[in-house]
């Protein structure tokens, strides 16, 4: 027997689509995972008499927002070696303490710690990249989140494989093992041009025609990584990814802080999706994307956290914000992105980047109920002249009230419905002892 609809009257319900529409007295509805109707509250209370009736008086209602690239496990390793550069924090603290610690055991704990964290803050669909890929399903599973499991590849081996063809296999079989599952989703993430090799990406480019799955790639992150490529191979990676054939719009390109015009030129042709990670692009020092010029050229841009390894916060709302203000600091121009582009980023243009464009990103009859309200009434957010505005630059996380992924509630007045908080930190305190330890 089908639940009884949930019928939702928000202050202001904010569909993201079309951009910068805010409708007042409106009611959503909710049968089973998907969105009914949107509608008057008052036709709402009469054509949906029976159904649960959910006040949210002084909040906002939006798509659930969407974290377009994350290492969900590394949670775990928050704080551990901060204030580095990208390769001195990777090639001496991150790969050799993964080396060391990484499991089966390390990712399922690490994932549903951070899952919890992004739920309390409004993300409902991560876009993830790490080992252990049935872990990072199970993890999403047991959370409730739309979860896009990104299947790491590399050349060297680490304590989950050995090669790339090692990687590539491991990949496959937990994809296999996973059908069906309406939640998880699978995609091929070779790490980076600097750690994979030529015939590498070839394989990964024909695995994902033939499976009709995306690719997620971290490209561009560091001066460094473009000098390397010139070094070994002659020309920037961009570039050499393109005489691969791996540049397309199943491409979502983590990062891109370091491209030229005429890269974002290729990167638009291409229809290549950029994840935007403002927070771990300035912890790092990477650099400053140039988004306002990307998004000019018509790229679909994301927004991502990064690990909270190198953020160290998964906060969707803090990075918006974050990303807005760079955006009009990096393109000396204060229109560069208005709060409702920066909103788009998060919700509808992740979907996009995904193409789940027809499921999620915006609060549509027949898409499916990935929706979250936002509590404005405190004295932070108020006085309130327009919302989208004040969602983006003066909202908070803890301000996130209620979150629901396929019509089924995670986050109820706060309270997390699927994960248990004391379990989660308990784990969280024994991976730091171990971690500590050694």
């Not at 009736?53 to 551990?80: C, D, V, Y």
């Not at 997620?216 to 002659?234: M, N, P």
């Not at 010029?293 to 974050?322: F, H, P």
């Not at 998060?346 to 996009?352: I, N, P, Q, V, Y």
Request: hydrophobic share 45%; net charge negative.
């Amino acid at each position: 027997m089908m639940p009884k609809p949930i019928c939702l009257h928000p202050r202001w319900l904010i569909p993201v689509e079309p951009r910068g529409v805010v409708l007042e007295n409106h009611a959503l509805v909710i049968e089973g995972e998907r969105i009914a109707a949107i509608l008057s509250s008052a036709d709402a209370r009469v054509q949906y008499a029976n159904a649960e009736h959910l006040k949210l008086a002084e909040h906002a209602l939006l798509p659930g927002l969407i974290n377009l690239h994350a290492h969900s496990a590394m949670s775990l390793l928050r704080g551990l070696a901060d204030d580095l550069a990208l390769m001195d924090w990777l090639n001496n603290h991150i790969w050799p303490t993964e080396g060391k610690h990484v499991s089966d055991e390390f990712v399922f704990d690490g994932t549903v710690h951070a899952m919890a964290e992004m739920i309390r803050g409004g993300t409902t669909t991560v876009n993830d990249m790490y080992f252990h890929h049935e872990a990072v399903a199970r993890a999403g599973i047991t959370a409730g989140m739309r979860t896009i499991v990104g299947c790491s590849i590399l050349e060297f081996p680490t304590g989950y494989g050995l090669n790339a063809d090692d990687y590539i296999g491991k990949a496959l079989a937990a994809r296999d093992s996973f059908t069906g599952e309406a939640l998880v989703h699978f995609s091929l993430a070779p790490h980076a041009p600097y750690s994979v090799a030529d015939d590498t990406f070839r394989k990964v480019i024909t695995l994902a025609e033939q499976l009709d799955i995306g690719i997620h790639c971290h490209i561009h992150e560091t001066q460094d990584e473009i000098d390397t490529s010139l070094k070994q191979y002659g020309v920037r990676p961009l570039e050499r990814l393109r005489n691969l054939g791996l540049l397309g719009p199943n491409l979502i390109a983590a990062h891109v802080v370091h491209a030229n015009d005429a890269e974002i030129a290729l990167l638009a042709k291409h229809s290549v999706n950029v994840a935007h990670n403002p927070a771990s692009n300035l912890k790092l020092a990477s650099g400053f994307a140039r988004i306002h010029a990307m998004q000019t050229a018509g790229i679909q841009v994301g927004i991502g956290t990064d690990g909270a390894a190198s953020n160290n916060k998964l906060d969707l709302l803090g990075d918006l914000r974050l990303a807005a203000l760079l955006a009009k600091a990096e393109s000396t121009n204060p229109e560069a992105m208005p709060a409702a582009t920066a909103l788009e980023m998060a919700t509808l243009a992740g979907a996009r980047a995904l193409g789940m464009a027809d499921q999620v990103g915006s609060l549509v009859a027949g898409k499916q109920a990935d929706i979250i309200a936002v509590n404005l009434s405190g004295l932070e957010t108020q006085p309130l002249y327009d919302p989208i505005s004040q969602l983006v630059y003066a909202a908070g996380r803890e301000q996130v009230s209620h979150v629901w992924v396929n019509g089924r509630a995670l986050l109820d007045n706060r309270e997390l419905t699927t994960l248990n908080i004391g379990q989660i930190l308990s784990r969280a305190r024994h991976w730091r002892e171990r971690i500590a330890a050694q």
